[in-house]
C-alpha cells in the first residue's frame, strides 16, 4: 500500500459514498473502488460493508480509520518539513558575536528583522572571544559570527562590511589629561593601552603619535577594558559606540585629534555555504 491507498479510505469514510469521493479525489469512481478493494485484499479483511445508497466502516475499517489520519497526517508534516528546511524557512542557524555587535544595535537590528521573516528558524546567539570566531565558523562550530574588522580570514571565509565607526580614547577621571576637550596622539606617548580584542585603533593612534605603544592587559571583553580604565589602569582606543553604551565611573571619553582610522562590523560566514536557512541569514544581512 501507498499514501494514496490511506487518503482514498479516508476520502470514502468522510463521504460514505464512493461517486462523491471520487468527485473530490478528482478520480473515477471505478478506479477508487478498484484502489480500496486492492487495499482490503492486501489487508485480507473488508474495510467498507456497501449497499446501493451508502458504504459503512466494518470493525477492521473503524480500526484502521485512526492509524490512517495519523499516517497521512505525520506524512504531510514531513513532506512539509523537508519543502520548508529546503525552502530555508525552518532550521537552526549557530551564530556568534563579538560585544560590540550588541553595543551598535546591528546585533538586534539583523536578528529582529530575520526572526520576524523566519519565525521557524531557530537561532542559538553566543558571545564568543574574537579570536575564536573564525575558526569556529570555518569548522562548522558556528554559522555566521559578527566580527570587528579589520581582520585576517581563513581562505574558507567571506566577510560582509556593516557598521563602520572611528575610535575614542577611553581614560581614567584621574588622568592630567582629562582637562583636554581632545588629545593630541603623541600626548599619548607615555601611557599604558589596555587592548581590546579589536586592536587596529591602538596600532593607528601610536603611529599617528610616533611611538610604540606601552603594551598593558587584553582583557577581553570592552566591558572589561573600560572596568581596567576606571580602575587606572591605563587608557583604551575603543569604538565610538561604547560611549553611549558603557558608562561606568572614573572613566571619561575623549576624541583623538586628527584621528582618522576606523573599524567596522563584518558578518563572517563559510564562502560556499548551502545551508538553506545560513544563506536566506546571509542575504538578510546584505540587506540591512
Known amino acids: 500500500m501507498e499514501i494514496r491507498h490511506f487518503r482514498y479510505f479516508l476520502c470514502v469514510a468522510q463521504h460514505g459514498h464512493f461517486t462523491r469521493a471520487a468527485e473530490q479525489l478528482g478520480i473515477a469512481p471505478p478506479t477508487l473502488s478498484r484502489q480500496i478493494q486492492d487495499m482490503e485484499r492486501e489487508l485480507g479483511v473488508r ?36 519543502q520548508r528546511a529546503g525552502r530555508g524557512e525552518s532550521g537552526l542557524i549557530e551564530l556568534g558575536y563579538v560585544a560590540s555587535a550588541a553595543y551598535s544595535g546591528i546585533l538586534q537590528a539583523q536578528v529582529t528583522r530575520f526572526s520576524a521573516a523566519h519565525p521557524s528558524v531557530r537561532l542559538n546567539i553566543r558571545e564568543t572571544p574574537m579570536v575564536d570566531l573564525p575558526a569556529q565558523v570555518r569548522d562548522g562550530q558556528l554559522d555566521v559570527a559578527y566580527v570587528r574588522s579589520p581582520m585576517e580570514l581563513p581562505d574558507e571565509l567571506d566577510a560582509i562590511a556593516l557598521h563602520q565607526e572611528g575610535f575614542v580614547l577611553a581614560l581614567p577621571a584621574s588622568s592630567r589629561i582629562n582637562e583636554l576637550k581632545s588629545i593630541p596622539a603623541s ?27 606601552r603594551v598593558g592587559p587584553q582583557p577581553g571583553s570592552l566591558v572589561a577594558v573600560i572596568t581596567l580604565v576606571s580602575l587606572g589602569q591605563g587608557v583604551a582606543i575603543v569604538p565610538e559606540s561604547v560611549v553611549a553604551r558603557i558608562r561606568l565611573p572614573q572613566v571619561n571619553y575623549r576624541p583623538v585629534e586628527q584621528c582618522q582610522a576606523s573599524s567596522w562590523l563584518s558578518l563572517i560566514h563559510r564562502r560556499f555555504e548551502k545551508a538553506p536557512a545560513v544563506v536566506r541569514y546571509i542575504d538578510s544581512a546584505r540587506q540591512l
Not at 459503512?56 to 506524512?75: D, I, K, M, S, Y
Not at 606617548?189 to 603619535?209: D, H, M, N, R, Y
Open 47 to 82: 474495510l467498507f460493508e456497501r449497499n446501493q445508497r451508502e458504504v459503512n466502516l466494518t470493525a477492521a475499517g473503524q480500526a484502521l480509520l485512526l492509524e490512517a489520519e495519523q499516517a497521512v497526517r505525520q506524512f504531510d508534516a514531513a513532506q512539509l518539513g523537508a
Open 187 to 213: 600626548r599619548l606617548a607615555e601611557e599604558t593601552f589596555i587592548l581590546p580584542e579589536q586592536i587596529s585603533g591602538t596600532l593607528e593612534v601610536a603611529a599617528l603619535g610616533g611611538f610604540e605603544p
